[in-house]
């Protein structure tokens, strides 16, 4: 997940737009009222770094940047459907 900014172990996300459950699919329009999603927070850290390599031929443009993507790693606890229906 993209890098967040979370001041302790757990994290609940609010904004669920699918459930599956075996054959029974929930979809959400934008989002499922009443869900959110209960993880804990296991670490940070950076993805492998990406080449951006830009060149012109006759002129002597060339320009190389690089970039790494910062990301919170979760574990999901539990799912929370509606009122008292957890997974």
Same mark, same amino acid.
Not at 54 to 68: M, N, S
């Given at each position: 997940m993209e890098k967040l900014s979370v001041d302790g172990d757990t994290v609940e996300l609010d904004r669920v737009h699918l459930v599956a459950d075996g054959d029974k699919v929930t979809l959400g329009r934008p989002t499922i %009222? @009443?869900? *959110? +999603? /209960?993880?804990? %927070?296991v670490g940070d850290g950076k993805r492998d770094k +990406? /080449?951006?390599?830009?060149? *012109?031929?006759? %002129? =002597?443009? =060339? /320009? #190389? #940047? @690089?970039? =790494?993507?910062?990301?919170t790693r979760l574990a999901i606890k539990e799912i929370v459907v509606g009122e008292g229906k957890r997974r």
């Open positions: %009222v @009443g869900a *959110k +999603v /209960i993880a804990d %927070v +990406v /080449i951006v390599f830009k060149y *012109k031929p006759k %002129v =002597r443009y =060339r /320009i #190389k #940047k @690089g970039h =790494r993507q910062p990301y």
